[in-house]
């Protein structure tokens, strides 16, 4: 039994603790609130600020885990190079870890050393300077902090007076103490995909198929699988998503980005953890989910091959208030319906447009996967979040 320290313990944690506990593991989850989706099924829990090093060195001195696993970006990370030393495992690698929880590093990686296609970007430091980037890159154009995740931080600017607004909301959202932000071009693309990727200890890296999402505010608002794409521009997809876990290394499941153009294949982003969109495997459409292919891939532990065993979609459930003590309306009309199922996270509080759950619907391979996924959106519309 190996003893893992999970640094972040959101809704992907949950259900990864709930894969390493079917595989006899022992899990001890940290977040920076108590009663985190994670903790709640994990063995042991601590809460602390993981932007605080000494936090972070204390919690992994009294653990002593086998193995760390993170979950979010605002982690002290530069540590992990440190653990490492300790023969600690981190997932997939420190630097791995360091990279990805950067925007700047990952697509200086991609873009610079790699020659993978990416949009044109810039980075700044000031409002003076996201000026000067957004004048190179040319409006529209995105806006993200180096440091987030699920859209915090982000916007489009899409006229000069929209420039302002972008910083102020890029400096209240971000996560951690870093101030730049990464300025992209638009691209003018006709889909976006997540290849879930898996590399593995001992064995071939491995493709699930191709999961298509649509986004609001940068954050997935539904995801389906498999997505329909060319077979060259699906080569193309995993050949880039095969250079840049290499050159990163370690063991696990990589959520990686892409926008699907007319000239080609876009480099977009890369998470080094299950990822978001991936929920849709909750609901049956691989013969594993991508948290058992983390769970497995982290531990050594064989994975014969990735099958396509169904179409399935996700819709996310979010909050339009804030408050504690969530409840939730509807769940029964979404269980009444043939080939769909739920996922309550039974976070503690709620905000404007925080998931809270997700609804899954699926049908068996060849059926109309748009079907499929207009009944996942139809549903979700049917639950509803009460919070005191």
């Known amino acids: 039994m190996k003893k893992i320290l999970l640094l972040g313990s959101g809704e992907l944690g949950k259900e990864f603790v709930i894969a390493l506990k079917r595989l006899g593991e022992y899990v001890v989850a940290v977040d920076s609130y108590n009663n985190a989706p994670a903790q709640q099924v994990a063995d042991e829990r601590e809460v602390i600020n993981m932007l605080d090093g000494a936090a972070l060195d204390a919690i992994v001195a009294k653990h002593k885990p086998d193995i760390i696993v993170p979950e979010i970006e605002a982690i002290r990370t530069e540590r992990f190079y ?58 529209p154009c995105v806006v993200k902090p180096l440091m987030s995740s699920s859209g915090k931080g982000q916007s489009t600017i899409k006229t000069k007076d929209d420039i302002k607004k972008a910083w102020d909301y890029s400096q209240s959202a971000k996560r951690g103490d870093i101030a730049e932000v990464i300025v992209e071009a638009f691209v003018n693309f006709d889909f976006e995909i997540t ?89 049956g459409t691989q013969n594993l989910s991508e948290f058992e292919l983390h769970a497995r891939a982290i531990l050594g532990l064989p994975i014969p091959e990735i099958t396509l065993e169904r179409v399935g979609a996700s819709a996310v459930i979010l909050a339009d208030q804030e408050g504690v003590d969530p409840t939730y309306t509807g769940i029964n009309k979404v269980l009444a319906t043939y080939k769909s199922d739920i996922r309550i996270f039974n976070k503690p509080s709620a905000r404007v447009y925080r998931r809270m759950g997700v609804v899954l619907t699926y049908d068996h391979t060849g059926a109309d996967v748009d079907a499929v996924k207009n009944r996942a959106i139809e549903l979700s519309k049917l639950v509803k979040v009460i919070v005191s």
């Open 195 to 283: 290849l879930l990727t898996v590399t593995q200890k001992d064995g071939p890296t491995l493709f699930c198929p191709p999961i298509g999402h649509r986004q609001e505010r940068g954050d997935y608002q539904e995801s389906w699988q498999p997505c329909a794409i060319d077979t060259r521009l699906l080569d193309e997809a995993q050949d880039m998503a095969g250079k840049v876990t290499r050159a990163l290394t370690g063991a696990g499941i990589w959520g990686v980005e892409f926008f699907i153009a007319k000239e080609g294949v876009y480099f977009s982003e890369l998470s080094p953890r299950p990822h978001d969109t991936g929920m849709v495997t909750l609901a």
């Open 82 to 139: 440190d653990y490492e030393k300790q023969g600690i495992q981190v997932v997939p690698s420190a630097k791995a870890a360091n990279f990805t929880m950067n925007r700047k590093a990952i697509r200086d990686l991609a873009a610079k050393e790699l020659g993978l296609r990416t949009a044109d970007y810039r980075y700044a430091t000031s409002y003076e300077e996201l000026e000067t980037a957004v004048a190179a890159v040319g409006i």
